[in-house]
């Protein structure tokens, strides 16, 4: 990943779930009130094994029934990846698009450009010389993003 952060999400600027923290150790974010509109998000993106845009997200949060609107799911989503709950990345195409990983630490992801299919990697290479590079120019507290994308076996058979 590289020395800068991944993403922006739509309200911060920056975006970044635990899958992108910084290699060094952040603070912990305070927990999050679960508002109606929180629990429904995430449990838009418990249903979703790919990461889904926010349009995707907010039709399978008014599918379900519940009335919340566009901006207040992106809203949510920023506070959910700056909450560390939640990794949200920049696909080929510009969109960023969000899931809740399965692993707790930090990782990086390899997607299918077809039908979206995520693999987590770790990278302990890359680890190792973002430290490297921070350490070259004195810089601290770095973070990265590295996505890789392709076509899995199933879409290239």
């Known amino acids: ?7 922006p999400s739509p309200s911060t600027g920056h975006g970044h779930g635990h899958a992108h923290g910084a290699v060094d150790d952040e603070p912990a974010a305070p927990p999050m009130r679960p508002t109606r509109q929180r629990v429904a998000v995430t449990a838009a993106l ?14 399978a ?6 009335k919340v609107g566009l901006a207040t799911v992106y809203r949510t989503l920023a506070a959910l990846a700056d909450a560390g709950m939640i990794d949200v990345l920049r696909r080929e195409d510009g969109e960023s698009v969000y899931r809740q990983c399965e692993a707790d630490r930090h990782h990086h992801h390899l ?7 995520t693999v987590e990697i770790e990278g302990p290479a890359v680890e190792a010389w973002a430290e490297s590079i921070a ?12 996505e890789l994308f392709g076509t899995c076996p199933d879409c290239a058979a």
Not at 1 to 7: G, I, L, Q, V
Not at 46 to 59: K, L, P
Not at 61 to 66: E, L, P
């Open 111 to 117: 997607l299918c450009r077809q039908c979206g299919a």
């Open 46 to 59: 418990t249903d979703a094994r790919e990461f889904r845009s926010a349009q995707e997200i907010h039709d």
């Open 61 to 66: 949060v008014t599918s379900a029934g519940n």
């Open 1 to 7: 990943m590289t020395s800068t952060d991944p993403a």
């Open 135 to 146: 350490n070259e120019h004195g810089y601290s507290q770095i973070s990265h993003s590295i």
